[in-house]
């Protein structure tokens, strides 16, 4: 993969395995053969993340992600900021970069350069106003930050005025980053640790 921490993107939508996305697609009215059609195993390592092992798949099968290569998802691990652009550019389907990246840590030779030109350029990202930081780990509160203005770019959801006092821990979230938690929250995207955290 790329020098993200081995994240191997891909390079268009769907095109990451054939055997998945047409396995998925074929004869699905077709009953008899859906039935007797034996179960694709797509990650050999989600014993223990049965609660997300669907989620997975489906993102697998539409071209969102792809793993860390020979069959390995590697579900416990963390990801970079650059590897969720990655994510939020295939998700979202954001078209091509009009301008590049201000960043002093992001040259054009870098392999997730084309997805942070295009995040970048809708608007999505914004770094520190200097730097991007594309190796170091993304948090919760960016996510939620990130998803937030991608679905009101798209205009999947409009302005949202949530309830605080949803967490335990809601001082503890950066201001810039409080109103996009709730949000998420309220979505249902987002729903803690089940400790009130």
Do not use: C, H
Not at 135 to 162: F, H, W, Y
């Amino acid at each position: 993969g790329g020098g993200g921490g081995g994240y191997v993107p891909n390079s268009s939508k769907g095109q990451d395995a054939d055997d998945g996305a047409s396995i998925a697609n074929q004869s699905a009215s077709d009953p008899e053969i859906k039935e007797n059609r034996p179960q694709e195993v797509i990650f050999s390592d989600l014993a223990g993340y049965e609660w997300a092992k669907d989620s997975i798949e489906k993102l697998y099968k539409s071209g969102i992600i792809s793993g860390r290569g020979e069959g390995k998802f590697a579900p416990a691990d963390t990801i970079t900021r650059e590897e969720f652009t990655v994510i939020l550019v295939n998700a979202f389907d954001v078209g091509e970069g009009t301008s590049a990246p201000r960043f002093g840590d992001v040259s054009s030779s870098r392999w997730s350069y084309s997805y942070i030109s295009r995040a970048f350029s809708e608007g999505l990202i914004s770094g520190d106003g200097k730097n991007f930081m594309p190796e170091d780990k993304i948090t919760r509160q960016d996510i939620s930050a990130i998803l937030v203005r991608a679905l009101m770019k798209k205009g999947v959801i409009a302005d949202i005025k949530p309830a605080g006092g949803i967490f335990d821990d809601e001082s503890d979230i950066s201001p810039y980053a409080l109103e996009s938690v709730q949000i998420m929250t309220e979505l249902g995207v987002v729903s803690g640790d089940g400790t009130g955290k």
